[in-house]
Structure formats: structure tokens, C-alpha cells
Nanobody, 117 residues
């Protein structure tokens, strides 16, 4: 079983930046693909970004390309989401996720990000 704990959410003005963190435990970190998803009020869950087990490959959702950056630190078993040029439409609960297979198996509790205009 994998446990994921997110942190770093909060309130920020449009154009600002935030960094989210997700600490993983319970399974070898290098065996996990890590990702971030978000759910805005009244909307479906949206894929944000993923990073491969080695960190060599990243995939971004179209709405965040060029503004968000994912990274992972194997020494700390942590994945980060650096968010820049934030827009009000980025307001959502952000969830960290992990998978060892093709299915996203593990989820964090979520952290709220609110971007004011």
C-alpha cells in the first residue's frame, strides 16, 4: 500500500506561483509513476501531469503546458509540482497520484489551490 500526502496549496493572486509537494511512503518510490490531477468545482477530474519512474519522461495536460513543471526527488520520496503564471481557472483541489501499473492506484487526500483574479 502506498500513502501519499500533499502539501503546499493555498491562495495566490493571478500571475503568481505555488509549489505543491507530495510525499510517498509504503513502496519503493522508484517503482512508481507519479502524477497530479485536479478537480475544479462542478467539473470532472482533470489530468495535469505525470512523471516516469526515472524522471526522464513527463507528460503535461494541454491547459498547463509551459506553466507547470513536475519533478521528483528520490532521496526524499517526494514529487513536486511547480505552478507558475497561475490563472483563476487553475483553482481546484489538486491530487497527487501514483501507479505501479497502467492504472492510477493510489491517491492523496488533495490540497486546495485558489487563484484570485
Amino acid at each position: 500500500q502506498v500513502q501519499l500526502v500533499e502539501s503546499g496549496g493555498g491562495l495566490v493572486q493571478a500571475g503568481g506561483s505555488l509549489r505543491l509537494s507530495c510525499a510517498a511512503s509504503g513502496q519503493t518510490f522508484s517503482s512508481l509513476v507519479m502524477g497530479w490531477f485536479r478537480r475544479a468545482p462542478g467539473k470532472e477530474r482533470e489530468f495535469v501531469v505525470s512523471i516516469s519512474k526515472s524522471g526522464s519522461r513527463t507528460d503535461y495536460g494541454d491547459s498547463v503546458k509551459g506553466r507547470f513543471t513536475i519533478s521528483r526527488d528520490s532521496a526524499k520520496n517526494t514529487v513536486y509540482l511547480q505552478m507558475s503564471s497561475l490563472k483563476p481557472e487553475d483553482t481546484a483541489v489538486y491530487y497527487c497520484a501514483a501507479r505501479g501499473t497502467n492504472t492510477w492506484q493510489y491517491w492523496g487526500q488533495g490540497t486546495q489551490v485558489t487563484v484570485s483574479s
